[in-house]
């Protein structure tokens, strides 16, 4: 195991799901962990639960992934408090099944599941470098596999599907791990992207009664959930494999589309038009 002691690991969506599953068994491991919040109330209560199962306490910072503002407000306060960060876990995700907009006007799947991670990444970037070896983790999903990215709408106004655009975000994970681990190759920080498995979490929440109980069968713990990204930050010697897609902890091939660099090229310029960077 690649040593993770003492290692500052963030992990955004760290008070419930696999995210809080990550957290815990990367404390348990002597990780110093931080988690992003929303709800205080709920980061408290993680907190304690966490001294509880390992008698450590994560460090809480607030940040609302669908701001711009909030993103780098928590970037500026992070900064401040820690001169290393050694891994980024990006774990938050959300699926709208409707047209929601989020803080800056933005169609709220593509802000919060690849703009606020493009975002937030970014702007950790030089802490990594100066940190390295350090690791990006991206939470990605299997649905990116019948995914577009649609250039021309890409927040679907003219028409929108839930479905589509949850999908959508997803693929834009992959592409921007290939772009970032190439972007990164000489620095000393490993990008890798995975597929958590089918995860019995809030995130399904808006789904339909009769979707749910399709998936129920394939679903598994968040703790089960949690089991590549754990891997990912603390297994030694893969930064060869940056870039990768996993799934099981393996390294699995993703869609033809998700291996484009002229579209994971493309995505990088949009993203940045978006987040003004």
Not at 36 to 46: F, H, L, M, V
Not at 150 to 178: C, H, R, V, W
Request: aromatic letters at 8%; glycine letters at 6%.
């Amino acid at each position: 195991m690649r040593e993770i002691k003492n290692k500052i690991c963030l992990i955004t969506g760290g008070t419930s799901g696999i995210g809080m599953e990550t957290a815990l068994e990367l404390c348990r491991l002597g990780a110093k962990v931080a988690i992003t919040y929303r709800n205080e109330q709920k980061a408290i209560e993680t907190q304690n639960f966490f001294e509880k199962k390992c008698g450590v306490k994560p460090e809480i910072f607030f940040c609302d992934l669908s701001s711009f503002v909030s993103i780098r407000s928590f970037v500026e306060k992070f900064k401040s408090e820690h001169a290393k960060l050694e891994v980024l876990i990006n774990n938050a995700g959300i699926w709208e099944t409707k047209r929601v907009l989020s803080v800056d006007g933005i169609e709220l799947n593509f802000a919060t599941n690849h703009l606020a991670p493009f975002l937030l990444t970014n702007l950790l970037l030089d802490l990594m470098v100066a940190s390295s070896p350090a690791r990006i983790i991206n939470v990605a999903s299997g649905s990116h596999k019948t995914a577009e990215i649609n250039f021309d709408d890409p927040e679907m106004k003219e028409k929108f599907n839930g479905y589509k655009a949850y999908g959508q975000s997803k693929l834009a994970n992959i592409l921007f791990t290939k772009s970032l681990s190439h972007k990164l190759a000489e620095k000393g920080v490993s990008v890798f992207c995975l597929h958590p498995g089918v995860v019995s979490t809030k995130i399904f929440n808006k789904m339909g009664k009769l979707a749910v109980g399709i998936l129920r069968p394939l679903m598994i713990s968040p703790e089960k959930g949690a089991r590549t990204s754990v891997y990912l930050a603390t297994a030694p010697q893969i930064e060869s494999l940056s870039g990768s897609y996993f799934s099981r902890k393996k390294v699995v091939n993703s869609s033809p589309t998700s291996n484009s660099i002229e579209i994971a090229d493309k995505l990088w310029e949009m993203s940045s038009k978006y987040v003004s960077i």
